[in-house]
């Protein structure tokens, strides 16, 4: 199973966070890949957000799950058939939140009210959320 650092959010979310609109997107994938206002699109969402993360050099990209949300962050890429190490462990993950931390303070001021999508339509408003640890 996969595990990600980051944050739960639906697809709408990731991209007003990062200062997207999501209806110019959205129209500009129509335009180009010559879909209909309610064809599949949300693999070109994600492709759209990881290009503009390597754009400007950010580690983090957006993992899209078979719930329909988006996961912004870090897929943790742990060996499933060796023992970890309690201490490493941590210390990668708090490597990764530092990580995340400095990747979005650029994006500060639109973490400060944040709908995080836990479960498919269970939402929370969280002020500025740290980043979860998220299986799936």
Same mark, same amino acid.
């Given at each position: 199973m996969p595990v990600y650092l980051g944050l739960p959010l639906r697809c709408d979310e990731s991209f007003r966070l990062f200062g997207f609109d999501l209806q110019t997107i959205k129209?500009?994938?129509?335009?180009?890949?010559?879909?209909?206002?309610?064809?599949y699109m949300d693999c070109y969402f994600v492709e759209h957000l990881n290009n503009f993360f390597?754009?400007?050099?950010?580690d983090m990209r957006v993992f899209y799950t078979d719930k329909g949300q988006c996961i912004v962050g870090y897929e943790i890429n742990q060996d499933p058939y060796k023992f970890n190490d309690v201490d490493e462990y941590i210390h990668m993950l708090s490597e990764l939140k530092?990580?995340?931390?400095l990747e979005t303070k650029?994006?500060?001021h %639109?973490?400060?009210? /944040?709908?995080?999508?836990?479960?498919?339509? %269970?939402?929370?408003? /969280?002020?500025f959320p740290k980043p979860y640890v998220i299986q799936y």
């Open positions: 129209n500009s994938i129509m335009s180009k890949h010559n879909l209909s206002e309610h064809q390597k754009d400007v050099k950010m530092t990580k995340f931390v650029k994006y500060i %639109n973490f400060n009210a /944040v709908v995080l999508e836990h479960m498919e339509d %269970n939402e929370e408003v /969280v002020c």
